[in-house]
């Protein structure tokens, strides 16, 4: 369904070169959920945005159903690590968004969009505006909105990243049951383990700069699952398996920030 | 409590503002009474009052008035439609804001009337001349206000729109326009402000008709009467169109 071919993509700044995505490929098949996880600053949004069309000038290829894409394509959905919700449009609004741009009449529109404020469990704050909810409130306006396009391939960069452990857990569930009803192909970036493990068929680890990918692991967890399963041994085991991977990446994350701002310091 | 405390509040801030418009009237009264000023300068109350139910009864001050509104209503028009594309511009090209920027923000405080003998050789004595100097004034803080409009839209919001493929037209209609709803009318608020000035200004240095003109008219034949009633209409004019421009920044949907 989704093909990402050999891409790569450098960024030059005036620290130098950043290999922020280096020579990454993976294939997701129709319906399934894959999670990449990676430490903060190794490229993911950058391949998110490479994926989604947003970012051009890579090398390599994104392919949707066997065809090269080059730019937005409308069987892409996106939801994005920022907060993404108009402040000027109510909920209801806010989801009938794609629609609009579409050219849909405004009464299909909004009984569509209304549809989909249900099913991110929103019903009762179709008239609020973004500025009246919760963090976690209005991540779900920005999912429902980008499910309202019905995309075939769903993208999520960090959709819950600001949200505390609780309602991540929650909103993981919600995703998932969406996901199986609506059977989308999901692509979901995280850098949370727990996240990547709940919801995940397949799980692949990218390492922090240059940013490729190392390793690739099934979770052969039961379907349909809930936030119960993460208190599961086989929950752990994987979660350990993971973060076994993760960790030297993250520690050299962070061992580069702190170079930076010793760096930094001594510049002064 | 706390609900009792700001009605009295407000109670005392009308009292203030009762207090201190009765003294200012006294005062001016006192002074008409006094005949210590030159004669006629400071006329009474009583003859402002019958000066300005005068004026709101003839024809001609409608007339002017409309002349007066229809060339600051164009000016602003034509003077918010440039200052929106330029500051569209600037706040989206770096390279056009930095060759340019400084050079609106430097010319967006001086006096504008002296361009006015250029705008009657180009555009004449009429209401064409009247209308640049409204235009020219609004450009100015309606180009500012574009520029840092547009540079404070969160970029997320435009990935968002593209991300669903919207249109050129689309973009702007829907994102970026909403987007810089707050910064533009205020720029549409100073514009105006400042287009009044500019059109009026005009008036008063060349023209036939309009307020502007109708003031400096009264005031040349040493009418004062209806001079000062022409400023008070003008003022409370002013006042209501602000106020107008006001609740449509602080309406819902912002
Ligand atoms: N537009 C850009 N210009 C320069 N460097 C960038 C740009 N976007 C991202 N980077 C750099 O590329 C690296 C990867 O960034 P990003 O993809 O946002 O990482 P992640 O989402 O995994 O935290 C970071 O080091 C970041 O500083
Ligand atoms: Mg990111």
């Known amino acids: 369904m989704l093909e990402v071919n050999r891409i790569s993509k450098r960024f030059t700044t005036s620290d130098g070169v950043i290999p922020a995505v280096d020579d990454i490929s993976f294939a997701i098949a129709a319906g399934e959920f894959v999670s990449i996880i990676g430490p903060s600053g190794c490229g993911k949004s950058t391949l998110f945005n490479i994926i989604g069309g947003l970012v051009g000038d890579y090398e390599g290829q994104v392919k949707v159903s066997g065809d090269i894409i080059h730019g937005t394509h409308p069987a892409i959905g996106m939801v994005f690590q920022e907060e993404s919700t108009f402040p000027w449009r109510t909920v209801l609004d806010n989801v009938a968004f794609p629609l609009e741009i579409s050219g849909l009449a405004t009464s299909e529109r909004l009984e569509r969009a209304q549809h989909f404020v249900s099913m991110v469990g929103l019903e009762g704050f179709e008239r609020r505006y973004p500025a009246e909810l919760s963090g976690g409130m209005r991540q779900r306006v920005a999912l429902a909105r980008t499910l309202a396009s019905e995309p075939r391939i769903l993208l999520m960069d960090e959709p819950f990243a600001a949200l505390d452990e609780q309602t991540r857990l929650l909103l993981g569930d919600r995703v998932l049951q969406i996901q199986q009803q609506l059977r989308q192909t999901t692509l979901l970036i995280t850098h949370n383990l727990t996240e990547a493990v709940q919801l995940s068929d397949r799980v692949l680890v990218m390492t922090y700069r240059p940013g490729k990918l190392k390793r690739e692991i099934d979770i052969d967890l039961p379907h349909p699952r809930d936030s119960e399963v993460v208190s599961s041994d086989a929950f752990g085991r994987y979660v350990a398996e993971i973060w076994h991977d993760l960790r030297e990446e993250a520690s050299r994350g962070i061992r580069d920030d702190e170079n930076r701002v010793l760096r930094a310091r001594s510049d002064r | ?254």
């Open chain 2, 1 to 254: 409590m706390n609900q009792a405390h700001a009605a009295a509040a407000t109670r005392s801030v009308t009292m203030v503002r009762t207090v201190i418009i009765v003294a200012t009237l006294a005062a001016w009264e006192a002074l008409a009474l006094s005949g210590l000023l030159f004669r006629d300068v400071v006329p009474s109350l009583q003859a402002i009052c019958s000066a300005v139910f005068r004026l709101l009864t003839a024809a001609d001050f409608y007339f002017n008035l409309g002349v007066t509104a229809a060339e600051i209503g164009v000016a602003l028009i034509i003077g918010g439609a440039g200052g929106l594309a330029v500051g569209i511009l600037l706040g989206a090209n770096r390279f056009l804001s930095r060759a340019y920027e400084s050079l609106v923000y430097y010319l967006g405080p001086t006096p504008k009337i002296i361009f006015f003998p250029v705008m009657i050789m180009w555009f004449g004595v009429g209401s064409g001349s009247k209308i640049a100097m409204g235009a020219i004034s609004c450009f100015f803080p309606i180009a500012i206000s574009a520029a840092s409009g547009i540079r404070q839209i969160d970029r997320v919001l435009i990935r968002v729109g593209l991300s669903f493929r919207a249109s050129t037209w689309q973009m702007a209609t829907k994102i970026y326009l909403p987007a810089m709803r707050g910064p533009l009318v205020n720029g549409m608020r100073l514009g105006l402000g400042v287009a009044i000035i500019g059109t009026l200004l005009a008036q008063t240095k060349l023209s036939n008709r309009g307020l502007g003109y109708l003031i400096i008219q009264a005031y040349s034949t040493f009418d004062m009467p209806r001079m000062y009633a022409l400023i008070i209409v003008l003022f409370m004019l002013a006042v209501a169109a602000n106020a107008l421009i006001g609740r449509l920044a602080r309406s819902r949907n912002s």
